[in-house]
């Protein structure tokens, strides 16, 4: 075998072996399929009753909006029962968790590139940008999403920025 032949056929392990290291890290791997979240967790249920903020702390103040943890659903789930049938194989998912003090590991379902940066703050506050821009109907979901609603991709970003008058700038996004 050439030396050639040798590099590409390391190259295509490590290729490999790194999309597999990200796919159980709990990250979506775009062209992956669909993915299942750990909690069949309704939105459509949830937005009536409770804020977004709730589950998602950060997305007013800082980049990254945060995930639900299990003690955020614990505030309300622990020791109640749904009516739903439906729902009490969830919220027993949720009693398994809390015994054994083990935390929901979501799948993130968007991440950007090391070399783009993107603000839940900047975007969602002072653009005033409504979630479902970037996340579809999410207040009518009955399940979690499988994969992103939109493909954040620099051309569908620039797009938005040119529609809504906000920078192009390349410094803007890229640091």
């Not at 392990?13 to 999309?19: D, Y």
């Not at 943890?69 to 809390?98: F, I, M, N, Y």
Request: with cysteine.
């Amino acid at each position: 075998m050439t030396i050639q032949g040798i590099f590409v056929k390391n190259l295509r392990l490590i290729l490999v072996t790194g999309i597999l290291v990200v796919a159980s890290a709990g990250v979506y791997v775009p062209g992956s399929g669909a993915v299942s979240q750990p909690i069949q967790f309704s939105h459509k249920a949830h937005v009536k009753e409770i804020r977004c903020l709730a589950c998602h702390p950060y997305y007013e103040q800082q980049a990254s909006a945060g995930l639900p943890r299990l003690a955020d659903c614990l505030v309300c789930h622990v020791g109640t029962q749904s009516k739903k049938p439906e729902d009490l194989t969830e919220e027993k998912k949720l009693a398994e968790r809390a015994e054994k003090k083990e935390e929901i590991r979501w799948v993130r379902l968007y991440r950007l590139p090391d070399h783009a940066f993107f603000s839940h703050r900047r975007h969602v506050v002072l653009g005033k940008l409504e979630c479902e821009t970037c996340h579809g109907d999410i207040a009518a979901m009955d399940v979690p999403p499988e994969k992103p609603a939109q493909p954040i991709k620099m051309g569908w970003c620039v797009s938005c920025h040119r529609m809504k008058n906000a920078s192009t700038d390349c410094n803007a996004c890229h640091h």
